[in-house]
């Protein structure tokens, strides 16, 4: 079983419900995907190291997933690239 972790942050100038939303979706397409996720988290708003498409701050999720197979961190990654809502995303491989 391959673990991953996936974080992702959302644009700070969203409503606080679509920001919930896109976690949402995104955690949701990951279990659609056959991954079993482990552990979601929103971690709120953060500012962040330096300034990502004018923004300063960021809300991030942190998902952490199972799975037999890469299909679902394939999905998360190309759908974390074409998303607007999303500044940025970052998957790491964990290792046990």
Known sequence: ML???MMFIVRPDLEEA??????ESMKTLV???G?????YKE???????????NYKNGYYF??????ENDEAVKEFDRVAL???DIIRHLV????D
């Not at 790491?92 to 290792?95: M, N, P, S």
């Open 43 to 53: 971690m709120g708003q953060r500012e962040l190291a330096y300034t990502i498409k």
């Open 62 to 67: 942190l998902i952490v997933a199972e799975t």
């Open 3 to 5: 673990k991953y972790e």
């Open 35 to 39: 991954a079993k996720v482990v552990d």
């Open 31 to 33: 279990t659609e995907k």
């Open 92 to 95: 790491v491989k964990v290792e």
């Open 18 to 23: 679509n920001i919930k939303k896109v976690g």
């Open 82 to 84: 074409i998303n607007e």
